[in-house]
């Protein structure tokens, strides 16, 4: 008989604090003392870095979800900066949960990287951002994990090759991932993760999975099909105002 390992779960906050410290330390204690899960991960941004001048500027795509007058406002009211990242970090701690970030441009990379959390994640969107992945690569440490939604296979190729390539490919979490919000379940394609384990399990440290569905069902079928890392969209509330939370548990659910 194999030996039983119990999953590594991440609970998402992202920006579903709704740029509140109090609600963000809510989030971390409850996911630490009640969801009993390994780690808790935020976001991060340089939004005049990441966006364009008319993407900062632009309405929200769904203005009922907005916290600003625009697409940068409303990122920026969401946004902790470094310091209150290290708030952050120093609360999980004292709770007894992991803390981490996704990092999406090249200056936030480097503020997370000071403050040497354990891993670092990236999402589908910047996981061809070859600067600031070469950068983590030459300067960090610990882990990075990679999410690939909206990423083709031969896109996936080359990112593990990038990360051989600079040597850190056994320090690389590679997530199972469809971008949507949330994913209908016939397009979830749980059984990439057994491709991926299948082409990338040596080559990784493991093989995780990333899902913005609905329930728990899929991510116990992830487990199942081998992914040993879940990390899930977390709220305390899925009526709150934002686009993730919807498609997030409850602490219930996590």
């Known amino acids: 008989m194999s030996e039983y390992k119990a999953p590594y779960v991440i609970a998402e906050i992202g920006g579903n604090h709704k740029g509140d410290m109090e609600i963000a330390k809510e989030l971390i204690k409850v996911a630490a003392i009640f969801c009993k899960v390994d ?120 990112l593990v090759a990038f990360f051989e390539k600079h040597h850190r490919a056994k320090d690389l979490v590679l997530y199972n991932c469809t971008s949507g919000y949330p994913v209908p379940f016939p397009d979830v394609c749980l059984l990439d993760i057994t491709t991926m384990i299948q082409k990338y399990g040596e080559r990784v440290k493991t093989i995780g999975f990333s899902g913005h569905h609905l329930g728990i069902a899929v991510d116990v079928a992830a487990y199942t099909l081998g992914a040993n890392v879940v990390e899930r969209h977390y709220t305390l509330d899925r009526t709150w105002k934002g686009t993730d939370h919807s498609a997030s548990l409850e602490p219930a659910g996590m």
């Open 39 to 158: 780690a808790v991960k935020f976001q991060k941004r340089h939004n005049v870095e990441l966006l364009t001048k008319e993407q900062y500027e632009a309405p929200h795509p769904n203005p009922v979800n907005s916290y600003g007058d625009t697409y940068g406002a409303h990122r920026e009211f969401l946004e902790f900066d470094v310091n209150q990242h290290a708030e952050l970090k120093a609360y999980c701690e004292e709770v007894g949960i992991t803390y981490s970030t996704s990092v999406w441009d090249v200056t936030s990379a480097k503020e997370i990287a000071g403050l040497n959390p354990e891993f670092i994640k990236i999402p589908s969107a910047c996981n061809n951002h070859y600067e600031m992945l070469g950068w983590l690569c030459e300067n960090y440490k610990g882990e990075i994990h990679c999410s690939t939604g909206m990423t083709t296979k031969d896109e996936v190729e080359e």
